[in-house]
């Protein structure tokens, strides 16, 4: 069983592009979760998705960033004209459908880290 | 925000048991501990984590006071692969996110 795949793992992006990262959930999982890791600190949480919606965005930026989940197809988040502040590593996590007595821990991907030039 | 408190670093001599405690004296009935390291900036792993019982797997065993205010992780036994960031964590079961802090910097040394 796959884990959860991001990619790309590295990339580099000039300041006022556009990046793209796409996480595949683990098979059988059907919520994602974004977070980002600043050099030197711990992940903060960004956004939580399901399949075609948003649960809570309480830790995404207002401007710039976005994330979207569609039915078919990995989560993309999106960060459009980059600024150097943007440089971290992004995670995505998955966890499997809720229900009473399962564990419900987040499994985490490897990352991508974004380097913006 | 973080309701962990955490030692910022810990060494541990390879082979014998890590022992990583946490304080978490704000804990609700409803939270559970759980425990999540990373190593080398790779993506953080689960550990384990429980509600009052103590727990224990494959990789570690998870220790909660009876009042529930602290915990401690043991890795039984040590090896130089466990060196990571090590996180501890409270939230609710069904909570949208895990509030990592800055977690316990664990070295094993040969």
């Known amino acids: ?117 | 925000d973080a309701k962990t408190t955490q030692p910022p670093s810990m060494d541990c001599a390879e082979g014998r048991a890590a022992n990583l405690p946490c304080n978490h004296s704000t804990i609700s009935g409803n939270e559970y501990v759980y425990w999540y390291r990373q190593i080398h900036s790779q993506g953080p792993q689960y550990i384990i984590h429980g509600l009052k019982n103590n727990e224990t797997n494959e990789m570690a065993s998870l220790i909660i006071t009876e009042d529930r205010k602290s915990s401690t992780l043991i890795l039984p036994h040590a090896t130089l692969r466990d060196t990571a960031v090590y996180y501890c964590i409270v939230r609710v079961l069904f909570g949208n996110q895990f509030y990592f802090g800055t977690g316990t910097s664990l070295t094993v040394i040969p």
């Open chain 1, 1 to 117: 069983n796959a884990g959860v795949m991001q990619n790309p793992r590295h990339l580099v992006r000039r300041r006022g592009q556009e990046a793209r990262l796409r996480c595949s959930p683990m098979k059988g999982h059907s919520h994602v979760y974004w977070y980002r890791q600043l050099p030197e600190e711990g992940l903060k949480f960004m956004v939580y998705l399901q399949k075609e919606n948003i649960i809570d965005e309480s830790g995404m930026p207002k401007e710039r960033f976005s994330a979207e989940f569609p039915k078919e197809g990995p989560s993309i988040l999106r960060i459009q004209q980059v600024v150097r502040g943007d440089s971290a590593a992004y995670f995505c996590a998955s966890s499997p459908e809720r229900s009473h007595g399962s564990s419900y821990e987040q499994y985490f991907g490897p990352g991508t880290r974004l380097t913006v030039t």
